[in-house]
């Protein structure tokens, strides 16, 4: 009987002891979770923050016909119709860098690479809209010139994708691509910028296992017009970065496999995304190798975060996506683009602020 007794009283101690030891796993567990969460929510809140307002400079909107600045450029008229800020808005510059690694070459000038690719990344947090207004790498536009000290000594009116190149090949040229991207823009003060050089496009893309395209041309023994393809590695890479220099306005041919790329991969980051959070910042340290930028994870995480919350399926349209249009010309050597300026000006009316309510 005794023996009985003893038994069951260790059995009940054994019971007791691992139901303890289960309490204390799924209360590390629950203390993981709610540490998570407010990881996410201060990262959040600190991404947030860092988000300027996109207000048109007054002097630049005083250029333009037909359209009256006021309270500092909150508030424009432009033929006929009130638009006013859209606090909503926020917005990040990208810079596609035309090297595999953003930095200058020793001793060597002008080594710092050209930005082949140039937008402002946009998105609504209201409505979880998002917009990119692509810039024509050879938009003309007045550049800083530096000196090897990285002083400024003067400005020239340049292609924009040379405002890279005059500087350190990483932040101070990035700075410069802000400089003249502003001055394209009526003077919105851009703050946030990502650059990315070559080889982080083919990191990027095997990271979301990579991206379906059908080809839009046919490019060498690389790539066949009508070809559906899974691209990898090194072929995201070309799809994006090759083109026919020989060509009039080539840029504009590799500009449609780039926003048709950008489409595809965008869709299926979300996706990603969407279904593991923790990937956004598997992606965001996947292109640290490969970037430039003060564009931090906490703000990287609000944008994503906004747009998730707003969408089951993410997808860019057509409609999204605006290439700022110009006139394309020869010049003594290069191509050479001047923008439709009352184009420009409605594209910043459209995306940046809202028609006001009668």
């Not at 046919?218 to 020989?246: C, N, P």
Request: some cysteine; aromatic content about 10%.
């Amino acid at each position: 009987m005794m023996d009985n007794e003893n038994t069951g009283m260790t059995e009940k101690k054994k019971m007791n002891k691992a139901l303890k030891v289960t309490l204390i796993v799924l209360s590390v567990i629950l203390l993981l979770i709610v540490l998570a969460a407010c990881a996410y929510f201060i990262l959040r809140a600190v991404g947030k923050s860092h988000f300027k307002p996109a207000v048109m400079n007054v002097e630049h909107v005083k250029a333009v016909e037909n359209a009256v600045p006021y309270d500092e450029g909150k508030t424009i008229k432009y033929n006929g119709e009130t638009y006013v800020y859209n606090e909503d808005v926020i917005y990040v510059a990208f810079m596609g860098v035309d090297k595999r690694e953003l930095d200058t070459e020793e001793g060597v000038s002008n080594s710092a690479g050209q930005s082949d690719t140039n937008m402002i990344i946009a998105v609504d947090t209201a409505s979880g809209k998002m917009s990119l207004i692509v810039i024509p790498r050879d938009s003309m536009t007045d550049v800083n010139i530096m000196d090897a000290e990285g002083e400024r000594i003067g400005t020239e009116r340049l292609q924009l994708c040379l405002a890279y190149s005059y500087g350190d090949g990483r932040e101070r040229s990035c700075e410069n691509v802000l400089r003249s991207m502003e001055r394209l823009l009526y003077g919105i003060e851009i703050k946030n910028y990502y650059s990315l050089d070559l080889d982080g496009i083919g990191a990027l893309n095997d990271a979301v296992g990579g991206v379906e395209v059908t080809c839009l041309e046919t490019i060498g023994k690389l790539f066949t017009e009508g070809e559906w393809r899974v691209l990898h590695g090194k072929e995201a890479r070309y799809y994006v970065q090759i083109r026919d220099t020989s060509t009039f306005n080539s840029d504009a041919l590799r500009r449609r496999r780039q926003i048709q790329y950008a489409k595809a991969f965008a869709a299926k980051a979300f996706a990603a995304i969407k279904a593991d959070f923790s990937k956004a910042t598997e992606l965001y340290n996947v292109a640290g190798d490969y970037s430039c930028t003060n564009f931090e994870l906490s703000r990287f995480i609000y944008l994503v975060s906004v747009v998730l919350e707003k969408h089951d399926v993410f997808s860019l349209s057509d409609d999204d996506i605006i290439v700022l249009p110009g006139e394309a010309t020869m010049g003594k050597r290069y191509m050479e683009i001047d923008l439709d300026r009352s184009a420009v000006f409605e594209t910043i009316l459209n995306v940046f602020y809202k028609k006001a309510e009668a």
